[in-house]
């Protein structure tokens, strides 16, 4: 399965022009409000019709401009998550989710029935009524609807946006096991770039309607030209680790490909694959092995290359074993410091500055 | 307090010509105001317009147009009758009568309820598979049951009181078109007539009472039900 979408369309203050194609995994689109995500999301599932361009997925027209094709909603097998749930008051959880797998081809199939409700959790929120649930539970359930309707896309518009820290917390495992286990491309929009850190395989940057960069999310997030789109504070390489074991004192030493990281415990066994994000504000560069210093993480990494952006800051890529590291310094620092793309130094990491959410488990965990 | 034959008869015409008015005017109600609250079409306020006409109306200027439409040398009245149909003079007149005069309201109730729904509610059924019927059948239609339930009190409640246009329109023939107002009315133009008259003002005042006490309970039950209450 793979979606290819081609759109224009221009509403008041802003005009949307993007072309993209989703195929298996998550496609996160990222962007602050207003660039036009929900919008996209809305065209895709037939909710709102765009001015020009078309919609595909595989080879099956859903919308074109040109020759007036124009699926309605209700044939198009999207299945949408919203960001507000939008689950049926009058329904409690077994019959909104009925109401879901009720127009699948096929129509409802136990097994999915309970193989959904297994992974979500949600056989206690059964004879519930949406109006008890919790958000994190209405998100679950919306979810579930989504998925039991057998879409051939799912489409997700900032599913987490409307929750709590904790909240999201709680959904996020969720999210991270249906990427695991389905076969069905996922678009996932969101302004939350930890939750695309998490989630997505493939990123795209959009802003003010335009897609300005994309590709894998280890490509966009450590690349320095692509800073001044994601935000200089959001800004952070994404890079596989894996759970080596836990120490007596509470911390967890992590294996990276080009060295080790030892962080504030991590709920994973050792041997389990972690994707984690570290802020390129977080990271620290020194030329020298530093010592009588606090952080216990070092990590040895060569310069790959600097980006000087408007403001007093430099971006620079670094090349740490296998993977990118993003770090933000001064200009200034790095004038006195004479970095230059090829230049091995050291690059440290506060061990308390990648927070939990910051850690999600990589889709290399996969008992399938 | 016991009733007179022709009090009695009064009563149960009401009752009789209030029911009818009611259910039949209901689902056409419904699909007005749906096209009202969701559709957009050139007409629309002309649509309304005159959807609200019976109420702005003076009753009697309705009863007159019903008549001069519906009478059986009307337009629609003559075609009618060729079907063996007669509304002119007769019970079925009167319903139709005070079915136009409580159309408004219960169209009112309606499509207040039906923008209550938020309209994103049905586009999330819509990506779920549902075509537009089933999506009103299953989301629409038990959201705004309240509404629907509402209007179709206000709706029997003004046919129970309509007077003036029935009046115009079917007359006051005792058994066969004389409601309780017009029974009410009938009784005090002659002379002793006023203890029917009283006995009526009272019924009139239980079957009202009783209409919005019912109302009320099944509104609470159908909020229970649909998980608002």
């Known amino acids: ?368 | 307090m016991t009733l007179r034959p022709e009090e009695w008869a009064a009563l149960m015409l009401s009752l009789k010509v209030s029911g009818v008015a009611m259910l039949l005017s209901l689902p056409v109600a419904i699909y007005v105001a749906w096209v009202l609250a969701r559709r957009e079409f050139p007409g629309k306020a002309l649509l309304s317009a005159v959807v609200h006409l019976p109420l702005i109306l003076p009753p009697v200027v309705t009863g007159y147009l019903l008549l001069l439409t519906f009478g059986r040398n009307g337009a629609v009245g003559g075609f009618l009758e060729s079907f063996g149909i007669v509304l002119a003079f007769r019970w079925t007149g009167a319903a139709l009568a005070a079915g136009i005069m409580g159309f408004p309201l219960m169209v009112r109730a309606i499509r207040l309820s039906i923008e209550a729904v938020d309209p994103r509610l049905e586009a999330a059924a819509a990506t779920l598979g549902a075509g537009r019927i089933v999506r009103f059948y299953s989301v629409t239609l038990p959201l705004i049951a309240p509404g629907i339930l509402a209007g179709a009190v206000l709706g029997f409640a003004k046919a129970m009181g309509e007077f003036g246009a029935t009046i115009t329109f079917v007359a006051n023939i005792p058994g066969q078109t004389q409601t309780l107002p017009s029974a009410i009315y009938a009784f005090l133009q002659v002379p002793g007539g006023e203890g029917s008259a009283v006995r009526l003002v009272v019924l009139s005042l239980i079957v009202a009472l009783g209409a919005v006490l019912i109302s009320e309970w099944l509104a609470r039950k159908v909020a229970q039900r649909i998980g608002q209450g």
């Open chain 1, 1 to 368: 399965m793979s979606l290819q979408v081609d759109l224009r369309h221009s509403y008041p203050g802003i005009s949307l022009d993007v072309q993209f194609e989703a195929g298996r995994g998550v496609t996160a689109v990222f962007g602050p409000s207003g660039a036009g995500k929900t919008s996209i999301i809305n065209i895709i599932s037939g909710i709102s019709k765009p001015d020009g361009g078309s919609v595909q997925v595989n080879n099956r027209v859903l919308f074109d401009a040109d020759t007036g094709v124009n699926v309605p909603p209700e044939a198009r097998r999207m299945g949408v998550v919203f960001q507000d749930g939008r689950l049926f008051p009058h329904l409690d959880v077994a019959r909104n989710l009925g109401f879901g797998a009720r127009f699948a081809p096929g129509g409802l199939d136990r097994i999915e029935l309970a193989r959904v409700v297994a992974m979500l959790d949600l056989a206690p929120l059964m004879p519930r009524r949406p109006g008890t649930l919790s958000g994190g539970e209405k998100q679950r359930v919306a979810l579930a609807r989504a998925l039991l309707s057998r879409p051939e896309i799912l489409l997700m518009d900032e599913p987490l946006a409307a929750l709590d820290d904790p909240r999201k917390d709680e959904v996020l495992p969720y999210l991270e096991r249906l990427r695991d286990t389905t076969q069905v491309p996922i678009v996932y929009v969101s302004h939350s770039l930890s939750e695309i850190a998490r989630l997505a395989d493939r990123l795209i940057v959009l802003q003010r309607g335009r897609i300005v960069v994309s590709g894998s999310v280890e490509d966009v997030l450590s690349d320095p030209a692509a800073l001044p789109f994601v935000g200089v504070r959001e800004a952070g390489a994404v890079l596989p680790a894996t759970v080596v074991g836990h120490e007596a004192d509470g911390l967890s030493r992590l294996a990276l490909s080009g060295g080790e990281l030892l962080l504030p415990e991590v709920k994973a066994p050792p041997g389990s694959h972690l994707r984690i994000r570290v802020l390129a504000t977080d990271v620290l560069l020194s030329l020298e092995v530093p010592t009588g210093i606090s952080s216990r993480n070092i990590l040895p990494v060569t310069i790959r290359s600097l980006h000087k952006g408007s403001g007093p800051g430099v971006a620079v890529q670094l090349q740490c074993g296998e993977d990118q590291l993003l770090a933000r310094i001064t200009s200034r620092a790095a004038e006195e410091l004479s970095l230059c793309p090829g230049l091995e130094c050291h690059a440290i990491l506060k061990a308390t500055a990648i927070p939990r959410g910051s850690i999600g488990l990589a889709r290399s965990n996969i008992p399938t």
